[in-house]
């Protein structure tokens, strides 16, 4: 266990002394989860108790996270232990009163602290708010129990004694405006713990007050000091703790009178927050009533006074005055509230409250809960309302019933469902008129012709009767023998009870009495001549004659329109039954007679040479009878059209047999099927709201079960396009139609890749998505995407690259298409001689004849698709962004699928016009970033092969590459195998010129033994491309894997004469080094100086450097002089022409510095060559050859440096003018001069 808290105080120490929020965060959820899974103590929590003093200190620390956190676990651990603390143990009071002390004493520091944010000074007060009375509890446990742990309840008290007067602090001023740790939410959560501070610290012995001021969610008795017993308390002394009680009300009291004297200025929010809750603690404390009611009162007047009057204030006072004034305690001051109701015109209130606080009280100890609530409010309700409901909520069930009938049997359909059942027990009037509504169509019965029957009526009645009563009683039966068959147990029916209680049954009588029988008749008698074409008909004489219609074709067709009709409209009657797949069988079967179909209405006959064959009116009555609630007759339809599919093949396949030989391709023979596909899904689209997700689905399943996909369905399909509700239902079914049909899946896939690069950018999204996340993994469709969205890339290029790739493309494609036609002619004679060998395999002969017909649906299909690709319109110049992006989308997220057609992107980018790359180098940001998720790797792999037009997109590319996603996330191995992979990329591409731009995004991640025999070709880019080769290196972030140091050093090695502008470039970049002076200040190009006059052998450029950081940093100038006296030392005037020359201007730079070195450690020859060489020199050394002695006087030398330095002749000789004198004195204050005269030196 004292390893688990030395760990705990360890990291806590770290925590104080960590750098940044985030490290200080990472270390203390260790240390949460230590205390909380890891503590070896387990309920003493041992190691939380000795952290406490440093989580107090951290609570201190500026990191708002952090404290919250704090807060949170102390909380936590808190909550855990008064939980245990209210039935275990004294050590587990000690516990729980150790953490609350811990956790009141964090709270009290975050309310002190100046800095602490409004959201943990909330949390503090909402933490000590919600513990305030398991504080009260543990500490007067502890007291009840032993004295051993009043150590620990002491101070538990103490901290939330001293937590509690904090928070009075707070709320004796008014809140700050802003997020402050003095907001209004502050301020108001503050008063909320004052408000509980009082109520805990009072009794409540007079708590029998009435509801109506109290709130739901206070509970008046819950915790106060009555739970004090009359024992001796050390901790919890009553007395001291009701005068902290009375002390807290003054505070709030304070507040109130403040802002009546207008002392205190509260916003209209906290001043009713204020008044409310003074109110609830005068009515839940009565002893404070003389405390609180006489500021309710000045304030009342206040609000009152004119020019201050607020009505919203005034409104509140008034309510909380008037259940004050019911209570007994606020007698002494009901004259004074009275006069202040009367004023405001609620003398009524007041005193109706004045009557009711003499009324006897009842106790009020718990608020009511929700439930209690619920019931009473339910219990009180009338009669009405019941009654209102009930009815209510029938309307709304009937609302909800769905009832499905067409306008021709509305009528006779409106009644309730009708069961074998209820007939049974249905009364005989409504019998009849169920069994004469179901006749109500004129349906003749065929008989021969001119036949006439006369009946009396008193017959006619008879053979009513004996129909009614053959119609009627067998559906009795019927009821009667289904109920007896629902006794599937062969036990039961073999019980002898059961069959006694069957003979015992009465047997069936007819259920239309003499009277009813009568009834009928009559009715039938008197409206028997109001019929349209009257079968009965009585004389004046009483005489009925009964007429019958001859059998003719006219007739026959017209009992089978009827018997259509009939059977359509009877849907009521067969749901009942459960025969729906029965009726809608007989339909399909009945419509698709070749006799029906070879006539119009009208009975005459159908052309079979019109160009445009029409509907049958056979389907259109059924297919319109199916739209009328297509929702429920849906699946007739489809019955519909699969029986007409089935009986056009079977006439394709009767015709072929009889003529023996195949058809061209039975185009003729699905007219009618294509038709009705189009005439009902073209209406259907009309009628249904595409907006509804019911009604898309359900066109989707119907157009799923068509046998055969016409190209009349892929028109409406594309048709569904031109809405843009329309557009998702569209992609949906092409989807569908790609996924589950094989024979036109190339067809709607095609127009699919259609709406992948429309104009509107709405439906190419729509449609990319659906082609790249579903069609493009399977494997079947996938080479046709990749070569549409290649195609679709390709048409950006340059026009006449694009010609040319297109003439190819049409070779290709023609060349395909030549062998497609050999080998269609040749299936076409394979067949014909097999058909000739084969002629008794029948069936191998109908299956190819059905495939031939399934070819030439296909191609139509595919002619139709490509006609709609067609409109794309490739050829229109891609001169705009929008134009590129339409048909770059597509590749895009392809790319994103299968990285590996990058490659193809690039080879398009070197071959575009500037328009289209600039694009292309904006939309490939988005994909490289996904692809870098995978790996960045994989991404550089498919760059391999890149033209040289195309360098720019690469290095673009590489550099996005190379960016870090997040600046603390770990990549180290991921950028080495990153660099390794472009390095190789480079060394493929050496060829190419300036290739090495692709190293630029990972330069500062190459290490020097890679990067510095780069140097030369690094340094041939062009000046741009150079400059910020040269600023990632200098600007990387540590760690640098190549100092800026050893990168300049390594730019003096270069070998100057690779080629002859070498030496050029190579001051160039020394140039831009030193110019980025946050990379090389005066002490780093010092010591870059040392190194190089220190190296065996010096490089050529090494005192051209010298001069420029003289003249960046002239307070080098005494530090030069040391390496200058360094190069006198290693004899530089018998290495290389350029050094001595460097040496010579530097010494003439940095004079006077450079003067006791020339005059004590040159030799006199080279003395006498710099003099000849910097003629000015003369003069300023002798002058200071004069003065620089001691006391200012002349230096001891020696006579051959004082005859250099007096030698008249050579004094009057260097007198004369000379040329390169001006360019000495430019040199020694230009440093772009002193560049150009290093360079002559090559």
Not at 42 to 48: A, M, S, Y
Not at 330 to 344: C, Y
Not at 462 to 489: C, F, G, H, V
Not at 925 to 935: A, C, M
Request: some cysteine; proline content about 5%; charged content about 25%.
């Amino acid at each position: 266990m004292e390893g688990a808290e030395r760990e705990v105080a360890a990291l806590l120490e770290k925590v104080q002394g960590a750098g940044s929020n985030t490290e200080q965060m990472d270390l203390f959820r260790h240390v949460q989860e230590i205390v909380t899974h890891r503590d070896p103590s387990g309920p003493e929590r041992r190691v939380l108790r000795s952290v406490f003093p440093l989580l107090g200190q951290l609570a201190q620390l500026q990191n708002t996270t952090l404290v919250a956190s704090i807060l949170q676990l102390v909380a936590q651990e808190a909550a855990a232990a008064s939980a245990t603390a209210n039935t275990a143990s004294s050590e587990a009071v000690g516990v729980a009163s150790a953490i609350l002390a811990g956790l009141y004493e964090v709270c009290h520091t975050v309310l002190l602290l100046s800095y602490s944010t409004e959201k943990n000074v909330v949390l503090a007060l909402q933490l000590a708010l919600s513990n305030l009375h398991s504080s009260f509890q543990i500490v007067l446990r502890a007291e009840s129990i032993d004295s051993r742990v009043d150590m620990e309840a002491k101070s538990c008290w103490g901290a939330t004694v001293r937590c509690v007067e904090a928070t009075a602090d707070v709320v004796a001023n008014p809140p700050e405006t802003g997020d402050n740790n003095r907001s209004v939410m502050v301020w108001l959560r503050a008063w909320k713990l004052l408000e509980s501070g009082v109520m805990l610290f009072s009794t409540a012995q007079d708590a029998s007050v009435y509801r109506d001021p109290m709130r739901s969610n206070v509970q008046p008795n819950a915790c106060s000091l009555d739970r004090l017993s009359g024992g001796n308390q050390t901790i919890l002394v009553k007395t001291q703790l009701e005068e902290f009680g009375v002390f807290l009300l003054q505070r709030l009291c304070g507040v109130v009178g403040a802002a009546a004297e207008s002392k205190v200025t509260l916003a209209r929010r906290e001043m009713s927050v204020a008044i409310n809750s003074v109110s609830l603690l005068a009515a839940a404390r009565p002893q404070h009533m003389p405390h609180i009611l006489p500021g309710l009162i000045s304030l009342s007047n206040a609000v009152a006074t004119p020019g201050m009057e607020d009505a919203v204030m005034q409104k509140t006072l008034t309510a909380n005055l008037v259940k004050l004034l019911s209570h007994p305690a606020a007698q002494p001051f009901a004259d004074e509230v009275t006069d202040i109701l009367i004023a405001v015109g609620a003398s009524q209130r007041a005193f109706a409250a004045i009557s009711k606080s003499k009324e006897q009280r009842r106790r009020y100890t718990n608020a009511p809960t929700e439930a209690s609530l619920r019931r009473a409010r339910i219990g009180k309700r009338t009669a009405a309302q019941s009654i209102t409901e009930r009815v209510e909520n029938a309307n709304a069930h009937a609302k909800r019933r769905r009832v499905n009938l067409s306008e021709s049997s509305a009528a006779p359909m409106s009644r309730e469902k009708v069961t074998h059942d209820g007939i049974v027990n249905m009364q005989a009037v409504e019998v009849a008129n169920l069994v004469l509504e179901s006749f109500a169509s004129d349906m003749p019965t065929p008989a021969p012709s001119n036949l006439q029957l006369e009946l009396v009526p008193s017959a006619l009645k008879t053979r009513m009767s004996a129909l009614l009563a053959k119609l009627a009683t067998p559906s009795s039966a019927l009821a009667i023998e289904k109920s007896a068959k629902r006794m599937r147990d062969p036990r039961l029916r073999r019980d002898p009870k059961l069959q006694t209680q069957n003979k015992e049954q009465p047997a069936l009588v007819p259920i239309f009495d003499d009277s009813a029988v009568e009834e009928v008749s009559d009715w039938i008698s008197k409206n028997a001549a109001t019929i349209a074409e009257p079968l009965v008909s009585v004389s004046e004489d009483n005489v009925v004659q009964v007429h019958l219609k001859a059998e003719t074709a006219a007739w026959q067709h017209e009992m089978a329109i009827d018997a259509l009709v009939r059977i359509l409209e009877n849907e009521y009657g067969v749901k009942i039954r459960g025969d729906e797949a029965l009726r809608e069988g007989i339909v399909c079967r009945l419509a698709s007679s070749p006799w029906l179909l070879s006539t119009d209405e009208k009975n005459k006959p159908v052309s079979q040479s019109d160009v445009s064959p029409k509907l049958p009116f056979v389907y259109q009555k059924i297919l319109d009878f199916v739209l009328g609630d297509y929702s429920v007759r849906s699946t007739l339809a489809t019955n519909v059209l699969c029986q007409e599919y089935i009986r056009a093949t079977a006439s394709q396949l009767s015709r072929a047999t009889d003529e023996g030989i195949a058809p061209p391709g039975g185009a003729a023979d699905y007219q009618i099927y294509r038709i009705s596909a189009n005439y009902f899904f073209g209406a259907l689209q009309k009628k249904m709201n595409l907006s509804s997700s019911a009604d898309k689905k359900l066109f989707g399943s119907l157009v799923a079960q068509l046998p055969r996909i016409p190209v009349e369905i892929l028109r409406l399909v594309t048709s569904l396009f031109s809405e843009k509700s329309g557009i998702v239902l569209g992609i949906t079914l092409l989807r569908d139609l790609c996924k589950e049909r094989k024979a036109c899946q190339m067809p709607c896939l095609l127009l699919l890749l259609r709406f992948t690069c429309h104009e509107d950018e709405h439906y190419r999204n729509s449609a990319i998505r659906c082609v790249a996340n579903q069609l493009y993994g399977i494997g079947a469709l996938k080479s046709d995407i990749e070569g549409f969205a290649i195609k679709l890339v390709n048409s950006l290029r340059e026009p006449v690259q694009v010609n040319d790739l297109n003439a190819t493309e049409k070779d290709e494609e023609m060349s395909e298409a030549v062998d497609g036609a050999e080998n269609g002619e040749s299936t076409h004679i394979r067949d014909a001689s097999e058909a000739v060998e084969l002629e008794n395999n029948w069936l191998k002969n109908q299956v190819q004849r059905i495939t031939l017909a399934e070819v030439d649906s296909n191609h139509e299909l595919q002619a139709y698709a490509e006609e709609v690709q067609g409109e794309a319109e490739l050829s229109k110049p891609s001169d705009n962004e929008t134009e590129i992006l339409r048909r770059l989308e597509l590749y895009l997220a392809l790319c994103a699928k299968k990285p590996s057609l990058l490659t193809h992107m690039v080879a398009s980018y070197a071959s575009a016009s500037e328009t289209v790359r600039q694009v292309v180098f904006r939309a490939i940001e988005k994909l490289i970033k996904h692809l870098k998720q995978r790996g960045s790797v994989n991404v550089v792999a498919q760059l391999h092969g890149y033209e040289p037009n195309a360098l720019g997109l690469v290095c673009h590319i590489i550099q996005i590459l190379s960016l870090r996603g997040r600046p603390n996330e770990p990549s180290t191995s991921a950028t080495d195998e990153l660099v390794q992979q472009i390095l190789e990329l480079y060394r493929s591409h050496e060829h190419i010129p300036d290739s090495i731009s692709v190293l630029i995004p990972v330069l500062p991640s190459i290490r020097g033994d890679v990067l510095f025999p780069l140097l030369p070709h690094l340094l041939s880019l062009p000046p741009a491309r150079l400059s910020v080769a040269m600023t990632r290196l200098l600007e990387a972030m540590p760690p640098q894997v190549v100092a800026p140091i050893d990168l300049l050093v390594a730019l003096h090695h270069v070998d100057l004469k690779s080629e002859p502008s070498m030496q050029k470039k190579v001051i160039n970049a020394i140039n831009i080094c030193v110019e980025h002076r946050h990379a090389f200040p005066s002490d780093v190009l010092l010591h870059v100086c040392r190194v190089l006059v220190q190296e065996e052998r010096i490089s050529k450029l090494s005192l051209r450097t010298l001069i420029l950081s003289v003249t960046a940093y002239p307070t080098l100038q005494k530090d030069m002089a040391s390496l200058l006296n360094i190069l006198i030392e290693r004899r530089v005037w018998e290495m290389e022409d350029a050094l001595w020359k460097g040496f010579v201007k530097c010494s003439a730079l940095i004079q006077p510095a450079s003067f006791p070195l020339l005059l004590h450690k040159l030799p006199v020859p080279q003395l006498d060559l710099l003099l000849t060489e910097e003629k000015e020199l003369r003069v300023l050394l002798r002058e200071f050859a004069f003065t620089a002695g001691p006391d200012g006087q002349p230096l001891d030398l020696p006579s051959e440096i004082n005859a250099l330095l007096e030698d008249p002749q050579e004094v009057k000789l260097e007198g004369v003018p000379d040329i390169e004198e001006p360019e000495m004195k430019v040199e020694k204050t230009d440093p772009v001069d002193v560049d150009d005269g290093a360079q002559p030196s090559n």
